[in-house]
């Protein structure tokens, strides 16, 4: 599956760097554009992404993925500035609390990845394997 131009997610959707908006007139599909201004100006995009980038316009898009990329940092502001819990701190904690610290330190590195994409802070090979051996050790 393609990768998120602007986080590194995988893809489902298709953004188009200059919006559609921005050259609709009501005569005009988005088809007709994609003919006119080409592929180079569709990047594969996931949900959330393209969300974010609604119908802005840059000048490229490197500028709308640092925009995007600011966004996500706002949004996970509260995830990103979690404390950091050491194996034996979180070991001397409850299976419960123990459990949500661990989600919650996966989903920091997921969202720390996304915002430096394609810079991985924590690589996703290990991240993936961290995450199947969480979800192996919890069923």
């Keep these: 599956m393609p990768k998120c131009f602007y986080c ?3 893809s489902n959707t298709k953004d188009h760097v200059i919006p559609v908006s921005y050259y ?17 100006n569709l ?3 996931c949900r959330e992404c ?3 980038a609604s119908n802005k316009v ?5 500028k709308k993925k640092d925009h995007i990329q600011e966004r996500l940092k706002e949004k996970y502001k509260r995830i990103i500035n979690m404390p950091f819990w050491s194996d034996e701190e979180v070991k001397e ?3 419960k609390f123990r459990k949500e610290i661990k989600i919650q330190q996966l989903a920091r590195k997921w969202i720390l990845n996304r915002i430096d994409y394609p810079n ?4 996703n090979v290990l991240l993936n394997r961290e995450l199947a051996n969480f979800i192996n050790n919890e069923l």
């Excluded at 840059?58 to 490197?62: P, Q, T």
């Excluded at 991985?120 to 690589?123: A, V």
């Design 93 to 95: 904690m409850g299976y």
């Design 24 to 40: 609709y007139n009501g005569k005009r599909s988005g088809r007709h554009l994609t003919a006119i201004y080409g592929k180079e």
């Design 58 to 62: 840059f000048d490229d898009r490197y």
């Design 8 to 10: 590194g997610d995988d």
């Design 43 to 45: 990047v594969d995009c």
């Design 50 to 52: 393209n969300c974010i």
């Design 120 to 123: 991985e802070i924590y690589p």
